[in-house]
């Protein structure tokens, strides 16, 4: 922007007022002739100054931007004098691309501190909490609610770590994964010109985080068997060089349909300017150690793996998520999110989840489910109505019956709720149904026998 002072204005205003004067006496005075050359050049110094200062005091955002980025990305490449190999190099090169595909104006941002960052004992008067305590019983007083929490959770990072087998530094924790979808799209995307990349059917809130943020959304459909189609989705980045972000669900809500690792891995190495995000909110009920892609983040910079503890944990009510990637690219995420994300109450649950024994019960129920999905899709099988079931890799299933909808509302209010998905890409007349307790599980298979024969017959 250019700002001009009052004596600028002055001094450029009565230069003017000259030279307009001295040209309107005409050339043939030779007094004339200086005062029009002598305020044509003050006017003229006058004005390339103002640029100047202005320009200085506070350059162009682009510019800005182009810098604090270049210097971001050199500063965390240095990495101290010492020799590095090839590997190394090839290594920051990708970090630095990734680093550049954040948005400029998160770059230029101070991250929210607070006084506890550098004092958190004491006598604490820093926050404007209420030292008298809440208002809540006495035995719901022990969590002290009447502290903001920890902003950093390191303790819980590092629980989350050892589980998963990656480095605290590699993890973001955040209100569920859709935190981190909403934020990941903030981090990368800028509104009105950058794109996400989806491929449907997949889950509803990549589309909506996109719409909220103004980010544009292409599409890449899965094949009809739910596969991702690697050249289709390299071709589409590569004529679009506003994608940003491509969201991979593995396993898929809804198709429920593992990504291959090497599929992942093609599109990490194919579309090596854009951010991969592989939403794994369903990987721990298809071995998590052998297929998450959380063994790809130390390799690929612009991997990063969405994880929460909604499902297979079973705490989808206390809303924790996490996102797992690069260290730089956490940090970037932890700059923007708001300071107390995770509640106190949140914390102090998943923290207990992840204790042995807790986790030898998280595995139970695990099994448990998987077990009753095996007794559900065989029951399905058994019926005529059912035409298609596909494979599960998670805790629900995708099945094919005529007249879905209908089916799907009568039962609803009889009271057993499942899911219509059949407006949903290749899953027409789809019912998606969650894997619930055994007797859940019986309550929906007898009506929806029971259903299936009022809309269908018999013997459909
Ligand atoms: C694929 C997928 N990702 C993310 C989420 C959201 O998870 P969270 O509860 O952690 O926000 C869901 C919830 O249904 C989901 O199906």
């Not at 307009?20 to 029009?36: D, E, I, S, V």
């Not at 550049?100 to 926050?127: H, K, Q, T």
């Not at 396993?251 to 300017?273: D, F, Y």
Request: proline share 6%.
């Amino acid at each position: 922007m250019i700002v001009i002072t009052e004596k600028e204005l002055t001094l450029l205003a009565g230069a003017g007022g000259l030279a307009l004067y001295a040209g309107k006496q005409g050339p043939k005075c030779p007094f004339h002739r200086m005062l029009f050359a002598a305020s044509n050049l003050v006017l003229l110094g006058g004005g390339v100054y103002v640029l100047w200062r202005s320009w200085s005091q506070s350059p162009p955002a682009f510019w800005c931007s182009l810098q604090t980025v270049r210097k971001k990305s050199r500063e965390r490449l240095s990495g101290g004098k010492k020799a590095r190999g090839e590997d190394a190099k090839h290594q920051d090169a990708r970090v630095a691309a990734v680093l550049d595909l954040v948005r400029p104006n998160i770059w230029e941002l101070e991250p929210y501190r607070c006084a506890r960052d550098d004092y958190s004992e004491g006598i604490l008067l820093d926050a404007n909490e209420n030292s008298f305590g809440s208002a809540l019983p006495p035995e719901d007083r022990v969590l002290e609610l009447e502290r903001y929490p920890d902003p950093y959770q390191q303790p819980l990072k590092e629980k989350i770590a050892v589980f998963r087998n990656v480095r605290p530094e590699q993890i973001f924790v955040g209100v569920g994964s859709d935190e981190a979808i909403d934020l990941i799209m903030r981090v990368f995307c800028e509104p009105g010109r950058d794109q996400i990349l989806v491929t449907p059917p997949t889950y509803g809130m990549y589309k909506v985080s996109a719409k909220t943020n103004d980010v544009g959304i292409v599409a890449v459909p899965l094949t009809p068997e739910f596969a991702v189609r690697v050249p289709e989705v390299l071709q589409a980045v590569a004529v679009s060089p506003r994608v940003k972000v491509i969201f991979l669900c593995s396993p898929g809500n809804p198709t429920a349909k593992l990504v291959p690792l090497e599929v992942v891995e093609q599109v990490l190495e194919g579309a090596s300017g854009c951010m991969v995000v592989v939403d794994e909110a369903y990987v721990d009920f298809a071995n998590a150690n052998a297929v998450s892609a959380c063994q790809l983040v130390e390799k690929y910079p612009n991997c990063l793996v969405l994880q929460t503890l909604s499902k297979a944990f079973g705490l989808a009510g206390i809303r924790c998520g996490m996102a797992i990637g690069h260290p730089a690219v956490i940090q970037v995420l932890n700059n923007v999110k708001a300071p107390y994300n995770v509640s106190q109450l949140t914390s102090h649950m998943a923290h207990k989840v992840f204790t042995a024994e807790n986790l030898a019960v998280l595995q139970q129920n695990v099994s448990d489910i998987l077990k009753e999905k095996t007794r559900v899709v065989e029951a399905l099988q058994g019926l005529p109505a059912v035409k298609k079931i596909h494979p599960s890799d998670t805790n629900f299933i995708l099945f094919e019956v005529p007249r879905a909808q209908e089916i799907y509302r009568d039962m609803a209010e009889a009271g057993v709720v499942a899911r219509f998905r059949g407006h949903e890409l290749h899953c027409k007349d789809c019912i998606r149904l969650t894997i619930g307790q055994a007797h859940e599980n019986d309550s929906f298979l007898d009506l929806f026998k029971k259903t299936t024969e009022k809309y269908l017959g018999k013997y459909t």
